[in-house]
């Protein structure tokens, strides 16, 4: 259990900021780090450990939706693709050791996210008119409603991407997983 405790801690927080994410969707729309989780695990960790993200999107998803006023839909599997491409966009850039390089790819995994959601919003939501002037609609304006435009969220999850792809290689050189699957302090090596 003290093995997990690290671990589980991280999922808590990603479902924490998940519910302060919803909370504040007004104010910052999009500013969330799951997309970057996905992105940096797949890139810095390995595959194996996807499980943390999932199990944080898949425990928050239901209580975000709700506060939202949201209900399970088709909509889900349009965010687990674009999470899928974040991972994807990882996983092609998981030898690579240069900051610059995976925070690059973290903005173009929040752009992937972006394009792949609001295009799946744009198929699948009857406010949208599937014509050229609907999707440019879903690409830019989204649904008229108390959110701001869709535009926005795509700063913002850039932004998150960006920052919490930061933090997670600034934590990356304090700890690393071992061949074992252990997460262990680089110091207490040393």
Not at 45 to 60: D, E, K, M
Not at 82 to 107: E, I, P, Q, S, Y
Not at 127 to 139: C, E, I, L, M, R
Request: proline share 5%; with cysteine.
């Amino acid at each position: 259990m003290k093995r997990a405790l690290p671990l589980l801690l991280l999922v808590g927080l990603l479902i924490g900021f998940r519910l302060l994410g919803a909370a504040w969707a007004e104010r910052l729309p999009g500013f969330e780090p799951l997309s970057a989780v996905f992105f940096c695990v797949a890139a810095c960790v390995g595959l194996r450990w996807l499980w943390i993200p999932l199990a944080a999107w898949l425990l928050s998803y239901p209580l975000t939706n709700e506060m939202l006023g949201y209900f399970w839909d088709w909509q889900a599997l349009v965010a687990v693709s674009g999470f899928g491409l974040a991972v994807g966009l990882g996983w092609m850039l998981r030898k690579t050791d240069k900051t610059a390089a995976l925070l690059g790819g973290a903005a173009g995994a929040a752009v992937l996210f972006y394009f792949v959601t609001n295009i799946g919003s744009w198929a699948l939501l009857p406010a949208y008119a599937k014509t050229w002037a609907g999707f440019v609609q879903a690409q830019t304006l989204g649904v008229p409603g108390p959110f701001p435009p869709a535009w926005v969220f795509l700063k913002h999850a850039l932004l998150a991407n960006v920052l919490f792809t930061g933090l997670f290689l600034l934590g990356q050189r304090h700890w690393r997983v071992e061949s074992r699957g252990e997460l262990v302090s680089l110091r207490a090596r040393r």
